[in-house]
T-cell receptor
Framework: GAVVSQHPSRVICKSGTSVKIECRSL??????MFWYRQFPKQSLMLMATSNEGSKATYEQGVEKDKFLINHASLTLSTLTVTSAHPEDSSFYIC??????????FGPGTRLTVL | DQQVKQNSPSLSVQEGRISILNCDYT??????FLWYKKYPAEGPTFLIS?????DKNEDGRFTVFLNKSAKHLSLHIVPSQPGDSAVYFC????????????FGTGTSLTVIP
């Protein structure tokens, strides 16, 4: 079965540093990957849609200069939280779609900014 | 391998009838289970959850049943309404692994008026 991995699973960093989170589809090619952030009451907010070979599409209210997304290949998308602050502490989840209309979610990355 | 599976990619139900969405998991360490509802172009919205110490949790029209021995959970929607038409994801996590989420691939529910 299809698997999507995220690395790291947890990261703790100091305020002002940048953190990179990787999302990989392990056994399928994903032309599209999505990045979500978990908010209280456990709902996931769609942050951006990442398409291989083109610029990501950000949702309204998401700062593209703060949350840099690079979809370098058909199996890898990265989210870089630049100059992280404590309010960026959250759970970030990616999902990937092969050509079919199915989403495979990664296990998430917990970011804690001190 | 997928640790959480939703084997029915789609389901159609008449308005007013019961919708039953199923989810199976393989990891016996999972102790918390969630259902999310997702509309197109939006992020999944949390719907209902259940801890492994329970076998049933009810919230209005939504009830989640957990069968730990079978590693199976289901979401019942009664009565189904057209507004319930969406994609439903189940997810599981284990306390001893930092509560990472493992999602199923979703079931698209269509409620026919």
């Amino acid at each position: 079965g299809a698997v999507v991995s995220q690395h790291p699973s947890r990261v703790i960093c100091k305020s002002g540093t940048s953190v990179k989170i990787e999302c990989r589809s392990l056994d399928f090619q994903a032309t599209t990957m999505f990045w979500y952030r978990q908010f209280p009451k456990q709902s996931l907010m769609l942050m951006a849609t990442s398409n291989e070979g083109s610029k990501a599409t950000y949702e309204q209210g998401v700062e593209k200069d703060k949350f840099l997304i690079n979809h370098a290949s058909l199996t890898l998308s990265t989210l870089t939280v630049t100059s992280a602050h404590p309010e960026d502490s959250s759970f970030y989840i990616c999902s990937a779609t092969p050509l079919a209309d199915t989403q495979y979610f990664g296990p998430g990355t917990r970011l804690t900014v001190l | 391998d997928q640790q959480v599976k939703q084997n029915s990619p789609s389901l159609s139900v008449q308005e007013g009838r019961i919708s039953i969405l199923n989810c199976d998991y393989t990891n016996s360490m999972f102790d918390y289970f969630l259902w999310y509802k997702k509309y197109p172009a939006e992020g999944p919205t949390f719907l209902i959850s259940i801890s492994s110490i329970k076998d049933k949790n009810e919230d209005g029209r939504f009830t989640v049943f957990l069968n730990k021995s079978a590693k199976h959970l289901s979401l019942h929607i009664v009565p189904s309404q057209p507004g319930d038409s969406a994609v439903y994801f189940c997810a599981a996590s284990a306390t001893n692994t930092g509560n990472q989420f493992y999602f199923g691939t979703g079931t698209s529910l269509t409620v026919i008026p």
